[in-house]
């Protein structure tokens, strides 16, 4: 499925300042890049950096003191998804993961999953099949925290949500994620484009590592799961900010979209499609 | 420097459990290791995991319900240490940063920078040289936290430690990353062994970025910098965790122990090595 | 019904000391002492406060350095309850409350209720008969949270609680207490002797306040509510203290008895008493 | 000295709600009031509540769904101020303290004294004089937390002020009042009308218990401390607070005012009033 995604972020700058800017679409197996455009204005030197620890391509710039900045990105991008029978599907021992995957089973900033597995297990624990036990985490966080814009800021964390009750999409994503690791399930955080999101902006979800495969999970039932592009993973948002700014400086709005250049797109979600998991960016 | 370390582990495991142990000597170029063995009783079949994320050596095996498990490691170690004059040392801007130093700018479960930046500038903002930061820093903690065995468990973070005055090993290095991070300095966690450590157990610290390398820091002063082997490095401990066991269990007591094998070893510490930064395990 | 109560508290004293003791049966209009006798060794003298603040007994002494102290409480009660029928039982409007129950409708030091409504009314909102509201938390609190001796300190409160599910008597009050003044329903902290509790200790539970009177409710169902002989009531532990102790001093143990005088005991608890509330030290 | 005060707090009323409505000067034997108006719009029956736990003059309202509530006070007080040569202030014995005065010394919801214990003595314990202590405390918060408007909020409580250092006159009193508790000095709230403070708003400030009398410290140094109309004490904003709305509602602001009505008030602070305390409302 064909997708055009585009982002616009507008700054006034204080200081002088370095930006980390990860906004980028993912270059995966499962996601190809057609097309790209990155513009920044006023004309600043950029540099691409890859990181061995986490998936995702971060932009660094450094600006000048007063600088109005203006950062635009748009692409055309050609993201799979796999679907896959969830009755396959079979929880991966710990002794059979790969190394790389074993970060994922450990307590992170948002993610304190070190201290939620009493309550995963008296919630969560006598569910035996592992797709089946993501999917009451992501129903539990569905039923039992509102969505509110605005409710919380960079510092909340899941141990926060589990009592607040309250969050955006990456308060849910952070509170499965913790959830999943509370029960020794793989899980990472997943930025992205979203289809169909509203209003438009970026989106968190989560994937969970089941059946030897990231499978994606998103409590916020907000979006098709079938239209995500993915932009970046991590162990939570710390590792994959939109932005992360050293400096001071004014936020003058940020502005997302994402549109389907296919004519069929049928959603996905985990209500409409029963027995059936999703990975994105998959093939 | 050549060390001989050891240490033993022994569990009493009440369910099938895997268990990823982290005890070995790193390989680095700064870290030789000349000869080092390592037993399981009773025999059971062990696998090396290499991380891509961190620098470390996992091992992981898969015991029965019912094993008396004895992990053993020995090791003949030559540990370099590199030391350097201070007053040579200079930030290293994020814009200058390489892409694998970026993460440890950012909070982590144990560390929450994000939490403690208006108190890490109200501190220690106005010292300008970054050394003579994070030596304040180290200084700091050592002054207003209370060294106490057994006064913190595995869930104990920075953010607990700023208030409670009291912690161990773990929990000072973990205070100091939080607040080097804060001050957008990197940092990282630092488990080892530990010449001169009474009583003798597992050690942790932390390692800064400054000048273009990774500095070693203790604020406990509980054992010279230069009789440091190590184990590993990581975002936090919970990343470099000694053991992480994932099954029912008893422990039945660790014991640790490094001997220098060169006779003429001078202590390097903060208080007796006046203008000079050491970084361990670098040539 | 008669109770015989006894306690017994040992301390070793290590610098100037005041004690403030608060294991002495309440004297009120359902709660009778027929004898009672308090002893301390060495002999010091004391003195009994009373607060307007709360219903408790304060005794305070003043003790020397190096004294080994020895603290014993014996009496013989009569304790009324008053058992009524929960169906004519409905909830006290707020424009209603006399003026000195308000105050329990606050947050204290370990019921932080401000923090807990959302959950509260997720969970408890849709009940509309407040008495049958409160057994749903009390209920809720039984099933979701492990009775686990030493598992929390005094520094625990109900925010932790409701996210670590662990705890004894007196998480298990707080939590009650803090739920229900999220569901603006006043609550108090109970501290008394507890008949047939196993083993035998002081115990804490809590008091809504419903159609006019002060209900006891206990989540721990560890002993029959129509054994309990009433110490102290107080927002929360930090207002009803067993000993609140200003020095320093090594604790020798504690040992507390309860032993019903007549013979047709008949326990009353939730679980057996259907549509019966119960209010301690009534008429 | 005598004061004109006023304030107006005006309310969208969208369910059927009661307020508790704290904003009547205080009536006590060093504050007079010599005359009063409190008005309601539109005209609903009120009640005055008096608590025997707190010094307080609550309004109990009750207001239907839909109202335009306008609430005005008005009132000119004259108020005692007491100096005091704080070199004859000695420090109050817990075994010498007045019964009502010792639920000061505990814990409470936003000041959590037994967290704070280890910092406080680290940072104040080598202070032996009481007075220069709490001054100690006062200038430390003074010089170590940032007051910004906005920053917090109903929640924030002197743990989280401790480490993330900013606030609101609120925080302040409490974080004031954690730190005397945790070092054995009572330590009560205070909220009032405060003269030259600007922009005008209610003020919150704290009073400590020193040499048998109540004293207060004002962290903030916005306002005169002989310029203080008191409200209310307790043993923190729990007890209170402005108002207590319980009912869904919008505000739509607060206006307050307070006037000097004599020629010769000299500003009392404890910048300007070396080895002078000051006790307000007290003769």
Redesign the interface.
């Known amino acids: 499925m064909k997708f055009e995604i585009a982002s616009e972020l507008a700054y006034e700058i204080h200081s002088p300042t370095?930006l980390?800017i990860n906004i980028h679409a993912l270059r995966s197996p499962g996601q190809t890049i057609i097309e790209e455009t990155f513009n920044i204005e006023p004309y600043i030197r950029i540099e691409e950096?890859?990181?061995?620890?986490?998936e995702n391509r971060?932009i660094?710039l450094?600006v000048e003191e007063g600088t109005n900045l203006n950062i635009s990105y748009k692409a055309i991008v050609d993201a799979s998804h796999k679907i896959i029978d969830q009755r396959e599907l079979e929880a991966v021992?710990?002794?059979a993961l790969d190394?790389?995957v074993?970060?994922f089973?450990?307590?992170?900033?948002y993610c304190?999953s070190?201290?939620?597995s009493?309550?995963a297990y008296?919630e969560f624990g006598h569910i035996s099949n592992v797709y089946e036990k993501v999917l009451a985490i992501v129903d539990w966080i569905y039923e039992?925290v509102?969505y509110v814009s605005g409710s919380t800021n960079?510092?909340t964390s899941a141990?926060d949500t589990?009592?607040?009750?309250?969050g955006v999409c990456r308060d849910f994503a952070h509170l499965g994620i913790a959830l999943c690791r509370a029960l020794?399930i793989p899980a990472r955080y997943f930025t992205g484009y979203s289809y169909k999101l509203n209003p438009p902006d970026f989106h968190a979800c989560f994937e969970a590592y089941i059946g030897g495969q990231w499978l994606i999970f998103d409590a916020t039932r907000l979006a098709p799961l079938n239209g995500l592009v993915k932009i970046a993973n991590g162990r939570d948002a710390?590792?994959a900010s939109i932005a992360?700014i050293?400096g001071r400086y004014t936020s003058n709005g940020i502005t997302v979209s994402c549109r389907a250049l296919d004519d069929n797109f049928v959603p996905f979600t985990h209500e409409n499609a029963y027995h059936k998991a999703i990975a994105v960016n998959a093939i």
């Not at 950096?49 to 986490?54: A, D, F, N, Q, W």
């Not at 089973?105 to 900033?109: A, C, D, E, K, N």
């Open positions: 370095t980390l950096l890859t990181s061995i620890h986490y971060f660094r450094e021992p710990v002794v190394g790389n074993i970060p089973l450990f307590p992170s900033r304190q070190d201290k939620l009493t309550l008296k039992n509102d960079s510092q141990y589990i009592t607040e009750r309250t020794t710390a590792d992360s050293f």
